[in-house]
C-alpha cells in the first residue's frame, strides 16, 4: 500500500468511527500476483508489526 490508498480508504470510510490504525509500507504497486520480489518485500516490512 502507498499513501495514495491509505487516503482512498479514509475518504472511502470516512463514516466509520472505529479508529483503526491503518500502516502504510510503502510498497509500490508495481508487481505481479505472487510475485516472489513482493512475497520477501512484504514479509519483511509485516514483520516489525508482527
Known sequence: ???KH???IIEKFSHENN???I???NI???YQYMDEALIEELTT???DFL
Open 28 to 30: 509500490p504497486d508495481e
Open 6 to 8: 491509505k487516503q482512498r
Open 23 to 25: 500502516i502504510v509500507l
Open 45 to 47: 516490512k509485516v514483520s
Open 19 to 21: 479508529h483503526a490504525e
Open 1 to 3: 500500500m502507498e499513501k
